[in-house]
């Protein structure tokens, strides 16, 4: 069954440092893979995703991430965090075929930005 | 409209109580889909609707859960006889035909709290 594994439960960052969520997803084919980011009380904003080519793909608001079909992992990383950027990620992947249509997410990295 | 918009934003339900939740796709958006978001957790799959039919149901957890969409535009999510553990938020997502591996556009929610 498809699934997707976020070790990270909490992150804390200082402002300007680096940052690396972690995704990990089970799927028996070629994933559409995804994240999104939602700010309290907000609904989900798509971040990036990734279906075919390039396996390093950028997002908005700098966000990058690497699809490594070795690691069955799909990375999020920004060089430079800004306090906006705290927030819920959650890594997803796409089924799709016949009548199904849908995201299974993962549980979710709470990230939060220290001055 | 520019988004999809759900109503109401907050809904308080005596346990019991029948309640509807509506959802606003983006106009000429065909698909459209339901989520449940419980406290700490990802979203989960309820259900999905290609113009007014409703291709998969597997998602709902009981058959207290009905969603509909008749015209193949606004939907609504009804839960009969509310109970606590229905206490989530509702987010709907709409998608244009052959986008659906581009992501979704998510709306803000309908928060309900079952007392």
């Known amino acids: 069954a498809q699934s997707v594994t976020q070790p990270d439960i909490h992150i804390t960052v200082s402002e300007g440092a680096s940052l690396e969520l972690r995704c990990n997803y089970s799927?028996?084919?070629?994933?559409?893979l995804f994240w999104y980011v939602q700010s309290p009380g907000q609904g989900l904003q798509l971040l990036l995703k990734?279906?075919?080519?390039?396996?390093l793909v950028q997002g908005i608001k700098g966000f990058e991430a690497e699809f490594k079909r070795s690691q069955s992992s799909f990375n999020l990383r920004k060089p430079s965090v800004h306090w906006s950027d705290a927030a819920e990620y959650f890594c997803?992947?796409?089924?799709?075929?016949?009548?199904?249509?849908?995201?299974?997410f993962g549980t979710g990295t709470l990230l939060a930005v220290q001055p | 409209g520019a988004g999809v918009s759900q109503s109401p934003r907050y809904k308080v339900a005596k346990r019991g109580q029948d309640v509807a939740l509506r959802c606003d796709p983006i106009?000429?958006?065909?698909?459209l889909f339901w989520y449940q978001q419980a406290l700490g957790q990802g979203p989960e799959f309820l259900t999905y609707?290609?113009?007014?039919?409703?291709?998969?149901k597997s998602g709902l957890p009981s058959d207290r859960f009905f969603a509909e969409r008749p015209e193949g535009s606004v939907s609504t999510l009804k839960i009969q006889r509310t109970q606590q553990e229905d206490s989530a938020v509702y987010l709907c997502?709409?998608?244009?035909?052959?986008?659906?591996?581009?992501?979704?556009?998510f709306g803000s929610g309908t928060r309900l709290t079952v007392v």
């Open positions: 997502a709409s998608s244009s035909p052959g986008t659906a591996s581009y992501g979704y556009t």
């Open positions: 799927y028996g084919a070629t994933p559409y």
């Open positions: 990734y279906f075919s080519g390039d396996t």
């Open positions: 997803a992947v796409g089924t799709y075929g016949g009548a199904t249509n849908k995201l299974i």
């Open positions: 106009s000429g958006h065909v698909s």
């Open positions: 609707f290609q113009n007014e039919a409703q291709l998969d």
